[in-house]
């Protein structure tokens, strides 16, 4: 069973709080002087904010905030978030795996931007909701 | 980047105790755009069982990047911290971080490789209370670039 593709957009100002609310203040999140020293094409999301809005997808699908049982993802490609007002945007849809005997449901998810995979092997595990 | 194999299996001390607060599961909430209530709103966790406001999944990451910045610091390790890209990531809950959890971190070294010139690092993070409940564990995996 297919999901309901959820988009998420990511801006610069996105980064910033999340740098703050995360603790992660890696400037190739921030600063384009960095990242492009460091061989990327500019600032990029930090994995885990990708992360973050790949768990309120699987979250908002569940039904519930506290359904997550076990995630994880590979980080592929990054989402390099250019300094507009439109910034990127983040395209997440997942398929229903497997339904436990025990509620348990397995999503396999796949996330996207500018059309390119963002994340691979990105796996959820989610009881129903109450 | 060569990485010594010898480290795999090391643990390091507990971390002091992370006092988790409702405010700051907000403000994490907040960044990531998640509004859903029962990370706001106390009554709401209530409702769905919990004692305090709910943390959203990947919020572990708050306490473990502390955690593990040990490791990765380590200079007995020597892992160049420029050249570091976050691999992969995973958690595994036992139950859901909630505010008024006083959270402590014991990280061990799972995995330790060197291919096509890149190391490879894998930390496991057991995240549990003061009182030795768990609550969940984190693994996280870095790539360490080789010299181009």
Partial sequence: MELPTQTFRVTRADLVRYAGASGDFNPIHWSDRVATAVGLPGVIA???FTMALVGRAVTGWAGAPDAVVDYNVRFTR????????EGTEITVSAVVKEVTEDGLTRLDITA?????KVLSQARATVRAAR | MS??????GRSYPPTAPYQVGREKIREFATAIGATDAAHHDPAAARALGHPDVVAPPTFPQVLTMAATAQIVEDPALGVDYRRVVHGDQRFAYTRPVVAGDELVCVSTIDEVTTRGGHGFLTTRTEVATVAGEPVVTVWSKIVVRGEA
């Avoid at chain 2, 990485?3 to 795999?8: A, E």
């Fill in chain 1, 112 to 116: 996207t931007c500018q059309g390119e």
């Fill in chain 1, 78 to 85: 990054p989402v390099v978030v250019p300094d507009t007002d």
């Fill in chain 2, 3 to 8: 990485l010594d194999p010898s480290f795999v």
């Fill in chain 1, 46 to 48: 930090h994995g885990m």
